[in-house]
């Protein structure tokens, strides 16, 4: 499954659909909302994209990874809009038969889903607003 949604994810349903005969191993990456970033107390995040674009991008990812690595099924989710600390904000989940396929697939999703896919992020923090870029703040109140 991928897909882009406003609302939260069920990771357990991410999960049970990935589940069967063959696979040994499941491993996820949870990326949630932190309260701080780069040393700045963080009150809320802001997620936008070009959906369409967005999707097929990570359909792409998923398919790379399909050819590139020993494993059965992926489920990328990210949401967009505004989250609060602590909420999703990103699941990714790779079914293999052993782990160490599924644990380099995941690795290789969540990198290059910051690096390929258009979803953009602004940090709210008690200092002002900022565009995230990759690991860069962006101009402030932009």
Request: glycine content about 6%.
């Given at each position: 499954?991928?897909?882009?949604?406003?609302?939260?994810?069920?990771?357990?349903?991410?999960v049970?659909?990935?589940?069967?005969e063959?696979?040994?191993?499941?491993?996820?990456f949870l990326?949630?909302?932190?309260?701080?970033?780069?040393?700045?107390?963080?009150?809320k995040?802001?997620?936008e994209?070009y959906?369409?674009v967005?999707l097929?991008?990570?359909?792409?990812?998923?398919?790379?990874?399909?050819?590139?690595?020993?494993i059965?099924?992926?489920?990328?989710?990210?949401?967009?809009?505004?989250?609060?600390?602590?909420?999703?904000?990103?699941?990714?989940?790779?079914?293999?038969?052993?782990?160490?396929?599924?644990f380099?697939a995941?690795?290789?999703?969540?990198?290059?889903l910051?690096?390929?896919?258009?979803?953009?992020?602004?940090?709210?923090?008690?200092?002002g607003e900022?565009?995230?870029?990759?690991?860069v703040?962006?101009?402030?109140?932009?």
């Open positions: 499954m991928i897909d882009i949604v406003e609302g939260d994810f069920k990771i357990e349903d991410a049970s659909k990935m589940k069967d063959d696979v040994g191993a499941i491993v996820l990326g949630t909302v932190r309260g701080c970033s780069k040393g700045r107390t963080v009150e995040l802001y997620f994209t959906k369409d967005a097929e991008r990570m359909n792409e990812l998923k398919n790379t990874a399909m050819q590139r690595f020993d059965k099924d992926v489920t990328m989710i990210h949401r967009i809009g505004t989250l609060g600390i602590s909420d999703n904000i990103v699941l990714i989940a790779v079914s293999a038969e052993h782990r160490k396929d599924a380099a995941c690795e290789f999703l969540i990198d290059e910051k690096k390929a896919v258009p979803i953009w992020k602004k940090e709210f923090t008690t200092d900022y565009w995230v870029e990759g690991d703040l962006a101009n402030k109140n932009d």
